[in-house]
């Protein structure tokens, strides 16, 4: 969708003649009927636009293009386009990756991805004797990115000021950035002093056309602030039910292992208790064994005793018994005699 209402064509670039850095506006066969999407490039103060089949970047509030083997720079997204001198390119563009040029030209192929183009190769020595040192730079001194103007989004389709002195008036009034780069300010200051300039050249009809547009810019932009102040409520609304949600199961959570504790509690006594009950069984059983027996030979031991004390009344009857008899023989000869005598 976001390509088919981009419309991108290139035709091939009609350049003019222009000093180092007065560029002259010139025609590249561009058309960006909307706002670019731009992401900013990791480490680089460099935004590019991935959603275009362009080399499309935003550097230093503007906006930059590489085509046809020429940059060329406009503060507003869809142009006027103004060639630039090969010596006038600013040092961070020259230092984007090739991975970043969505329409990179033929001449970077077998170029390494991931480092910047081979500047020098394209535009002879001249070019790299006076820009060198151009790719030797400290990756945590880079400056920051300037921000981006995204005022332009409301500016589309129709209402694009493609006046350059209506570009001036709304972009001085917009946009307050400072440039760092030469050409950067040459060019704000050559838009400033179009939009002073501006109501002198005016027709009578202007300035109720700028309120109107004005008033327009404010009713979009309250419109905005309202669209953003009820996504912040949502998502406000979001974070505490996600808040609740994670309090809840955490909740939840804390008494599932507390029921888990408890129940392992209760398994671990159960099986003391069933382990201290087992043991008294087996003392108990033991205790038994070892009383029965105690009684059983005690038992033994009183059988054996009466045993012994038969046998031995037995042994004392046996040994009186012949006494008895002969004693008996005895007084029975004595009668005898007697009976003789």
């Given at each position: 969708?976001?390509?088919?209402?981009?419309?991108?064509?290139?035709?091939?670039?009609?350049?003019?003649?222009?000093?180092?850095?007065?560029?002259?506006?010139?025609?590249?066969?561009?058309?960006?009927?909307?706002?670019?999407?731009?992401?900013?490039?990791?480490?680089?103060?460099?935004?590019?636009?991935?959603?275009?089949?362009?080399?499309?970047?935003?550097?230093?509030?503007?906006?930059?293009?590489?085509?046809?083997?020429?940059?060329?720079?406009?503060?507003?997204?869809?142009?006027?386009?103004?060639?630039?001198?090969?010596?006038?390119?600013?040092?961070?563009?020259?230092?984007?990756?090739?991975?970043?040029?969505?329409?990179?030209?033929?001449?970077?192929?077998?170029?390494?991805?991931?480092?910047?183009p081979r500047?020098?190769?394209?535009?002879?020595?001249?070019?790299?004797?006076?820009?060198?040192?151009?790719?030797?730079?400290?990756?945590?001194?880079?400056?920051?990115?300037?921000?981006?103007?995204?005022?332009?989004?409301?500016?589309?389709?129709?209402?694009?000021?493609?006046?350059?002195?209506?570009?001036?008036?709304?972009?001085?009034?917009?946009?307050?950035?400072?440039?760092?780069?030469?050409?950067?300010?040459?060019?704000?200051?050559?838009?400033?002093?179009?939009?002073?300039?501006?109501?002198?050249?005016?027709?009578?009809?202007?300035?109720?056309?700028?309120?109107?547009?004005?008033?327009?810019?404010?009713?979009?932009?309250?419109?905005?602030?309202?669209?953003?102040?009820?996504?912040?409520?949502?998502?406000?609304?979001?974070?505490?039910?996600?808040?609740?949600?994670?309090?809840?199961?955490?909740?939840?959570?804390?008494?599932?292992?507390?029921?888990?504790?408890?129940?392992?509690?209760?398994?671990?006594?159960?099986?003391?208790?069933?382990?201290?009950?087992?043991?008294?069984?087996?003392?108990?059983?033991?205790?038994?064994?070892?009383?029965?027996?105690?009684?059983?030979e005690r038992?033994?031991?009183?059988?054996?005793?009466?045993?012994?004390?038969?046998?031995?009344?037995?042994?004392?009857?046996?040994?009186?018994?012949?006494?008895?008899?002969?004693?008996?023989?005895?007084?029975?000869?004595?009668h005898d005699?007697?009976?003789?005598?």
């Open positions: 969708m976001r390509h088919a209402l981009i419309g991108l064509l290139f035709t091939a670039a009609t350049l003019v003649a222009a000093p180092a850095n007065a560029a002259v506006n010139v025609s590249i066969g561009l058309n960006v009927p909307v706002y670019p999407a731009l992401e900013r490039i990791p480490n680089y103060p460099v935004y590019y636009a991935p959603s275009l089949p362009a080399n499309y970047f935003f550097y230093d509030g503007l906006y930059w293009v590489f085509n046809d083997g020429t940059w060329f720079q406009s503060p507003w997204y869809n142009g006027p386009w103004y060639a630039v001198d090969p010596y006038a390119v600013p040092v961070y563009l020259l230092r984007v990756p090739v991975r970043y040029y969505r329409a990179a030209p033929a001449f970077f192929h077998g170029w390494s991805y991931d480092a910047p500047w020098g190769d394209h535009w002879g020595s001249s070019w790299s004797s006076r820009r060198g040192g151009w790719d030797r730079w400290n990756r945590a001194s880079a400056p920051a990115p300037a921000p981006l103007p995204s005022y332009q989004r409301q500016y589309s389709g129709n209402r694009y000021p493609s006046n350059v002195a209506q570009q001036a008036a709304i972009q001085t009034r917009s946009y307050s950035y400072q440039p760092r780069e030469a050409i950067s300010r040459q060019q704000f200051q050559e838009r400033r002093s179009q939009a002073r300039a501006a109501p002198q050249q005016a027709q009578p009809t202007q300035p109720a056309q700028v309120v109107a547009q004005q008033r327009q810019e404010r009713a979009q932009q309250t419109r905005q602030a309202q669209v953003q102040r009820q996504e912040r409520v949502h998502q406000t609304q979001q974070a505490q039910v996600q808040r609740q949600e994670r309090v809840q199961q955490a909740q939840s959570q804390r008494a599932q292992a507390q029921q888990q504790a408890q129940a392992q509690r209760a398994q671990v006594q159960q099986q003391a208790q069933a382990q201290r009950a087992q043991a008294q069984q087996q003392q108990r059983e033991q205790h038994a064994q070892v009383q029965q027996a105690q009684r059983q038992a033994q031991v009183q059988q054996a005793q009466r045993q012994e004390r038969a046998q031995v009344q037995q042994a004392q009857r046996q040994e009186r018994q012949p006494q008895h008899d002969n004693r008996g023989q005895d007084r029975g000869k004595g005699r007697n009976d003789n005598g």
